[in-house]
């Protein structure tokens, strides 16, 4: 890769169901890279789905388990990480994130991110009984992070993950 500049990881951010997994899992696949996703890291950690851990323990005691294990992927080399919808609430991550890699925000409207989670009930966030106000709301107050965040932004409304793909591979190749 010619414009990875020294930095050997792609970092996926962007809100709940905007695809980070999904566009992850293929992109590491075309570029020979190992795949990470850091909620089904925390999810071994803790032996119990991120839904009970919200449950039984609230978000406070998830966002502290979710630095430590992010700080123990940014280390590694040579991955595609797709982090949790949330990870820009804290500055260490993005600060841990960036120091190997570089971070590709995956950005979608809410009404995308509506249809991707509307029968999902594993986002305790979402949990609510208007899910698309909860994205509208949670979002406003995000983007300006995931904005700040990132060293590229791919809009993915109506795109193929064909072509979100090429479009991340086309800013990391330069
Ligand atoms: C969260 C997003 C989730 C998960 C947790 C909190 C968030 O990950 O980390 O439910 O605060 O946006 P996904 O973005 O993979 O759904």
């Known amino acids: 890769m010619r414009n990875m500049k020294n930095k050997s990881n792609i970092v996926l951010i ?4 905007c695809g980070k997994s999904t566009i ?17 890291e925390i999810e071994k950690s803790i032996g119990i789905s991120i839904s009970d851990f919200f449950a039984k323990y609230g978000e406070v005691k998830f966002r502290k388990l979710e630095e430590k294990v992010i700080s123990q992927i940014a280390a590694k080399n040579n991955l595609v990480i797709a982090t949790g919808g949330g990870v820009i609430k804290n500055f260490n991550n993005i600060f841990s994130l960036k120091s190997g890699g570089i971070i590709i925000y995956l950005k979608a409207a809410p009404m995308t991110i509506f249809k991707n989670v509307k029968n999902d009930n594993t986002r ?3 949990n ?10 949670l979002l406003n ?7 700040r965040a990132a060293d590229f932004i791919v809009n993915t409304d109506n795109k193929s993950i064909n072509e979100i793909i090429s479009n991340i591979l086309d800013y990391i190749r330069g």
């Open 141 to 147: 107050e995000r983007a300006p992070l995931y904005e």
């Open 24 to 40: 992850g899992k293929e992109l590491a696949k075309k570029i020979k890279y190992s795949f990470i996703d850091s909620d089904e």
């Open 128 to 137: 609510t009984n208007n899910k698309l106000e909860t994205i509208k709301s």
């Open 124 to 126: 305790p966030l979402l």
């Open 14 to 17: 962007g809100f709940m169901g």
